[in-house]
């Protein structure tokens, strides 16, 4: 018999198949929930005696032991994610949720002879991509701004414990199983450490790594090549913002070609804030989205951002909850409609991708493996290879609303508006 290939997705475990992580607890597994790129989704259950309820509150990632991709989130969430951690951080920035899912258990299986890594994970519900293919690839302008503000929120938690997200997008953002009003942020796929015990990565172009995240939202340094880095995290997070709010982006249309969004992402780079605020959309201005990506593109390679400025620029004056309901001038859909609808063929919720395949070619890790030395993956092919089209996710190609002209504004009087409006927030709180 052909041994199956272990870059793609895994022969199933059976249903009711016991898994025994790393400290000795055992879950049991249900249905597969979903898949991804490499690996299956099962749902699971700590109570092993009974069969898992379809109504279970955690999930389990299954790959092959040597993929990758679950290694290297099992490495962020074991240096940066532990449960302490994350409530001392709460606690000392008074926040009721951080939006990284919790973390169970994981540990190694085999069976049939073929060797697995899993991961046990805490399940969450609709991912903001489903509901963006549902409103024409928008959402409302005080949900925009919501968003954003939890992600810098996820973002500074990550950042000061000197990892970086690198592929912020719709699909790897979840509501909460039993309360719609949290948001997470999954996939720790591409996460990797910017920083090494305090000493940073040097910027340094490698044409052998460009492009690497999900082409529609990544950064121009990762375009070149370039380490990911924290003003990296905030320029995805400023595409993926304009997205929400004029439901495209202007390279659009050039998705398989890396070179040219690389070349319309550094025209709409040097061309702000007119070119941001240009692309508003009826009842939704970019000006937020401008002043954020304006603000990025002061940072230094190795600046730390100003996170309080990043939420004050994303502020409305109000903690405005999350809305998902259809932006004016989009058609009519119900939201129940959205929430209820199976993602993928009959599973009823949606489950992480990140066990999606990346561009390149996999390698093989070990246990002690580190996956934060730039000169590990030095021996990765030298030619440039095509954009998978798993990686264009965006929102259906539609006819786009008619744009507003909006007024250019220069430079000092689109930085003095900016003050203002901050001096304004701040003499509110």
């Given at each position: 018999?052909?041994?199956?290939?272990?870059?793609?997705?895994?022969?199933?475990?059976?249903?009711?198949?016991?898994?025994?992580?790393?400290?000795?607890?055992?879950?049991?597994?249900?249905?597969?929930?979903?898949?991804?790129?490499?690996?299956?989704?099962?749902?699971?259950?700590?109570?092993?005696?009974?069969?898992?309820?379809?109504?279970?509150?955690?999930?389990?990632?299954?790959?092959?032991?040597?993929?990758?991709?679950?290694?290297?989130?099992?490495?962020?969430?074991?240096?940066?994610?532990?449960?302490?951690?994350?409530?001392?951080?709460?606690?000392?920035?008074?926040?009721?949720?951080?939006?990284?899912?919790?973390?169970?258990?994981?540990?190694?299986?085999?069976?049939?002879?073929?060797?697995?890594?899993?991961?046990?994970?805490?399940?969450?519900?609709?991912?903001?991509?489903?509901?963006?293919?549902?409103?024409?690839?928008?959402?409302?302008?005080?949900?925009?701004?919501?968003?954003?503000?939890?992600?810098?929120?996820?973002?500074?938690?990550?950042?000061?414990?000197?990892?970086?997200?690198?592929?912020?997008?719709?699909?790897?953002?979840?509501?909460?199983?039993?309360?719609?009003?949290?948001?997470?942020?999954?996939?720790?796929?591409?996460?990797?450490?910017?920083?090494?015990?305090?000493?940073?990565?040097?910027?340094?172009?490698?044409?052998?790594?460009?492009?690497?995240?999900?082409?529609?939202?990544?950064?121009?340094?990762?375009?070149?090549?370039?380490?990911?880095?924290?003003?990296?995290?905030?320029?995805?997070?400023?595409?993926?913002?304009?997205?929400?709010?004029?439901?495209?982006?202007?390279?659009?249309?050039?998705l398989k070609n890396a070179v040219k969004v690389m070349e319309a992402k550094a025209i709409l780079m040097d061309k702000l804030p007119e070119s941001v605020q240009q692309l508003s959309v009826s009842g939704a201005s970019t000006a937020e989205v401008a002043a954020l990506l304006l603000y990025m593109k002061s940072l230094g390679f190795q600046d730390k951002p100003d996170y309080q400025r990043l939420r004050q620029i994303l502020s409305t004056g109000a903690k405005e909850k999350l809305d998902f309901s259809v932006p004016h001038g989009v058609g009519e859909k119900s939201m129940s409609k959205v929430l209820d609808t199976p993602l993928r063929g009959k599973k009823s919720d949606r489950v992480q991708r990140s066990l999606r395949p990346r561009a390149t070619a996999v390698r093989t890790y070990k246990e002690d493996d580190s996956c934060d030395d730039d000169e590990e993956e030095e021996e990765e092919e030298a030619k440039s290879k095509p954009i998978d089209a798993r990686y264009l996710r965006g929102p259906p190609k539609g006819k786009r609303e008619q744009t507003l002209k909006v007024p250019p504004l220069t430079y000092n009087k689109f930085h003095k508006r900016i003050q203002q409006y901050n001096h304004h927030h701040q003499c509110q709180s």
């Open positions: 018999m052909t041994a199956p290939k272990k870059r793609g997705l895994p022969k199933p475990l059976p249903d009711g198949f016991t898994l025994t992580d790393t400290v000795k607890k055992k879950w049991r597994l249900g249905k597969i929930l979903g898949q991804g790129g490499f690996g299956l989704i099962y749902y699971a259950s700590n109570d092993i005696g009974r069969p898992v309820s379809a109504d279970t509150d955690f999930v389990v990632k299954v790959e092959y032991l040597e993929n990758g991709p679950l290694f290297s989130e099992l490495s962020f969430y074991m240096r940066a994610a532990k449960p302490e951690s994350m409530q001392k951080w709460m606690r000392s920035r008074k926040l009721d949720q951080l939006g990284i899912p919790k973390y169970w258990g994981s540990g190694q299986a085999e069976y049939n002879g073929l060797r697995y890594r899993f991961m046990v994970m805490e399940r969450l519900g609709t991912d903001l991509q489903k509901i963006s293919e549902r409103n024409g690839g928008r959402f409302k302008k005080a949900t925009v701004l919501r968003v954003g503000q939890v992600l810098v929120d996820i973002l500074e938690y990550m950042h000061e414990n000197e990892y970086v997200h690198a592929d912020i997008k719709a699909s790897n953002l979840m509501l909460g199983h039993r309360n719609p009003q949290e948001l997470y942020l999954v996939d720790y796929g591409l996460a990797r450490r910017y920083c090494i015990d305090g000493v940073q990565k040097d910027y340094k172009e490698n044409p052998k790594k460009g492009h690497n995240g999900t082409i529609e939202y990544t950064s121009l340094d990762a375009h070149k090549g370039v380490a990911p880095s924290r003003r990296g995290d905030i320029q995805i997070l400023g595409f993926c913002l304009l997205h929400w709010l004029c439901g495209s982006l202007p390279w659009d249309s050039d």
